[in-house]
């Protein structure tokens, strides 16, 4: 029986049930449905719509529904969506109490305090794997961080930086994410309850109350536009996306990182696969997979937006399609941070390749006049004739004489040789951000403190 029947004669077409249920997806938020309706028949009771009878029926009834849910019962798709079903299951417990549950609600602003429930809560988890990746950074970066690598532009060797300044600089992105997250919630965390279908209700609620009781920040005080309001879903979707987005390049360069061209880390057996017929292969699987997974929230991201582009107000069942793209959003990112962690926390970094007399030291050259007054412009024409010398002759900048540099220009001295040192060109960034340990080090307790940590592995 449907809850409609007062109106209907006939029932849905088989396919329309099928097609139209919001069951199946509906069922990762039962919890929450559970709990806005304890919270709706708390303040019916406050207000005196209920009875203490009839409230202690409803509660009761509805921690057996609970019970039943967390048993295994799985509604059947006649009941379309979650309240339905708890709604129907509450009313076959209990009998008539459960008839006054619906008074001053609706499944419109039902539904959007569900999904906003579990949305708040699916935030508070990736905020935890994200505070579980960024430490796995800090602790590799104090680990093993002090390692010479060269920086890439253009992926070509730019200038050499220690190892744990590439890690940071992931970290500040992620950091980023976790306030661009958090920021979200914010509009997340507002209260539909008690906007019922869109106008209001003559009945004499407290939204205020429900709002507390579910832990809400404060109600949205528009009806119509706490059942129709979307945008919140939108910018965990595009939260969701970015951070996606970031991940990928954090895979790509794992994947770059442990091929037998680059060489400087090894994944560890748990986050590597083989080969079925390469005996040697040792596949980044786990950092290809979260690459690859980032269009799961691009594209959720896009069919929310896509949702609510010219659709009127107030409910329209389209917005029923909110959740399983925001599901989507918000599982495949989860498991990406969770992977990426375990991929950084057991990563071994390799020596780094040999960076004496590395053409990526040629700025050093550069900088060395600079700082005796050459301008840098005629400082950096010096240095590339530098380079093309030792290129013509298949040698690298270790070839160089003091000779030769003071043929390019007089003001070089033996010194100059000796900034040659990649070592030491980190170690002279000392900039604010710069690559030098101390920046790394300072870096490191800063985003320590935004964890809560102290500074230690
Ligand atoms: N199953 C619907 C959804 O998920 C619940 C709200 C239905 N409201 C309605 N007026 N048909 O969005």
């Known amino acids: 029986m449907a809850l409609w029947d007062g109106r209907f004669s006939g029932g849905p077409a088989a396919l329309m049930l099928r097609f139209s249920e919001s069951l199946s997806t509906d069922m990762l938020m039962w919890r929450q449905d559970i709990a806005g309706s304890k919270a709706h028949a708390t303040m019916l009771r406050a207000v005196g719509i209920l009875d203490d009878d009839e409230l202690q029926a409803i509660l009761s009834g509805l921690d057996q529904v609970a019970a039943e849910l967390e048993a295994g019962w799985q509604p059947g798709i006649d009941q379309e969506d979650i309240h339905m079903a708890v709604e129907g299951r509450l009313a076959a417990l209990i009998g008539a109490p459960a008839g006054k549950l619906h008074t001053a609600r609706s499944r419109n602003d039902q539904v959007n305090t569900d999904v906003r429930l579990w949305t708040r809560e699916q935030l508070d988890s990736l905020d935890a794997d994200l505070r579980d990746l960024i430490g796995a950074l800090l602790d590799l970066c104090q680990r093993s961080g002090k390692t010479l690598v060269p920086g890439y532009t253009h992926l070509q060797r730019g200038q050499p930086v220690w190892f744990g300044h590439v890690l940071l600089a992931h970290a500040w992105a992620l950091s980023r994410d976790r306030e661009r997250l958090a920021d979200a919630r914010k509009r997340v965390n507002r209260s539909p309850l008690g906007a019922a279908a869109m106008a209001g209700t003559p009945h004499p609620i407290d939204r205020a109350m429900t709002a507390a009781l579910l832990g809400f920040d404060g109600v949205l005080e528009n009806a119509m536009d706490a059942v129709a309001a979307r945008d919140h879903l939108i910018e965990v979707c595009a939260a969701c996306a970015i951070l996606s987005g970031q991940m990928s390049r954090m895979a790509e360069e794992l994947v770059l990182w442990s091929t ?31 690459r690859g997974r980032t269009g799961r929230a691009y594209g959720a991201l896009m069919s929310m937006l896509t949702l609510i582009k010219a659709l009127p107000l107030a409910y329209n069942r389209d917005l029923q399609e909110d959740r399983p793209a925001l599901f989507e959003a918000v599982a495949s990112t989860r498991s990406c941070v969770q992977v990426l962690a375990g991929c950084y926390a057991s ?13 990526s030291l040629t ?14 412009r005629e400082a950096h024409h010096v240095a590339g004739r530098l380079v093309k010398r030792c290129e013509a002759r298949g040698q690298d900048l270790s070839s160089l004489s003091l000779a030769e540099l003071q043929e390019e220009h007089p003001a070089f001295t033996e010194a100059a040789l000796d900034a040659l040192d990649p070592a030491a060109a980190a170690e002279r960034r000392t900039s604010r951000g710069g690559t030098a340990w101390s920046e790394v080090e300072r870096q490191v307790a800063l985003l320590r403190a935004s964890l809560g940590e102290l500074n230690a592995v």
Not at 363 to 376: C, Q, S
């Open 260 to 290: 037998r061209e680059f060489d400087l880390v090894r994944l560890s057996d748990a986050w590597s696969t083989g080969s079925s017929i390469m005996p040697q292969k040792r596949n980044p699987d786990a950092a290809e997979l979260v």
């Open 347 to 359: 990563l071994q970094v390799k020596a780094g390749p040999e960076l004496r007399g590395d053409f």
């Open 363 to 376: 700025t050093e050259l550069a900088d060395w006049l600079a700082g005796r007054g050459v301008p840098f």
